[in-house]
């Protein structure tokens, strides 16, 4: 197998581990979903232990990784990012207990019109007529996704467009740590922090792993989201961001067909319309950030 991959190239190679990432996320969501609507497992025990087991999994990498990472002058900030990625996870798996997986995924897609605005007031970076054109584009299709008009709406539909802010949120605080953090400072933090954080949260509803199916699907949960998480270093890692957008977005076709085979969410015509319009506007987004990124170096 990694004889095929590398035998690929790296821009083929990093399509493989984007769209490997997108299925293995697609499958971790619809376990978060059974796990929440079918064995009545709370959204913060499973977020507990998915990403506890995850971090287990990773141990080998962080032992590797970890000591020298752990220098830092910028403590805080390391604190700030991973309070805004647990409120991100947390809202995501509570989304995922009350709406459709279809409906979820669509609109975490906003993340990136959320970095924007973010990066206008909080960085201070240049907003152009064009880059509001495009937030107010994707903004529109979330619209069209949560359909506030319609009896189906539910106020448990926002949960996944606050994880969207918090997830974008804290790629806004790594963002400001990437001018004197290394990427391995960043991501041992993050591995490590997640999980006490998390632990907090779930206190009171008990941590306990239960033996039988509940407590395999949790496992599986875990293993299945620190395998997508290295595909997804992966990816980043052979291939620019601009060019692994349009692989990434191939994580929504995953997500709807699961929700279609496991738990018949079939979505509306709308939906598609809406993801067109966010899909389109963070690409073009993306576009923009890695042009400007190039004329500056």
């Known amino acids: 197998m990694t004889r095929i991959i590398a035998s690929l190239g790296p821009a083929a190679a990093g399509a493989f581990f984007m769209i490997s990432a997108g ?3 697609a499958v971790v969501n619809s376990l978060l979903q059974y796990g929440a609507m079918v064995h009545g497992l709370s959204s913060a025990k499973l977020t507990f232990w998915q990403y506890l087991i995850a971090f287990l999994f990773s141990l ?3 032992w590797a990784n970890g000591l020298g990472a752990l220098r830092t002058k910028s403590f805080g900030f390391h604190l700030l990012r991973v309070v805004f990625a647990v409120g991100g996870v947390q809202l995501w798996a509570a989304g995922l207990a009350h709406v459709p997986i279809w409906q979820a ?3 975490i897609m906003l993340s990136p019109m959320f970095v924007t605005l973010g990066a206008t007031y909080f960085l201070s970076e240049e907003a152009t007529l064009s880059r509001w054109a495009a937030v107010a584009t994707g903004f529109a299709g979330g619209m069209l996704i949560l359909a506030p008009w319609s009896d189906a709406f539910t106020p448990y539909a926002l ?3 606050g994880a969207a802010a918090l997830w974008a949120s804290s790629s806004l605080v790594a963002k400001k740590l990437t001018n004197t953090e290394s990427p391995e400072s960043l991501t041992v933090y993050l ?3 997640l999980t006490p954080f998390n632990a907090v949260i779930a206190w009171e509803g008990g941590l306990t792993l239960d033996v039988g199916p509940s407590g395999l699907l949790l496992i599986c949960t875990g293993l299945l989201t620190a395998l997508a998480n290295y595909a997804l270093v992966r990816a980043y890692s052979l291939a620019d961001a601009a060019y692994l957008q349009p692989f990434d977005n191939v994580k929504l076709l995953f997500n709807v067909t699961l929700g279609v085979a496991v738990f018949g969410f079939y979505p509306p015509g709308s939906l598609w319309i809406g993801a067109a319009l966010i ?5 073009w987004l993306l576009s923009q950030e890695s042009g400007g990124q190039r004329r500056a170096a």
């Not at 899909?279 to 690409?283: E, N, T």
């Open 159 to 161: 949960l996944p467009v």
């Open 60 to 62: 080998p990498w962080l």
């Open 23 to 25: 299925a293995l996320f």
């Open 279 to 283: 899909i389109g506007a963070s690409s």
């Open 105 to 107: 995924i669509a609109l």
């Open 191 to 193: 591995l490590l922090l």
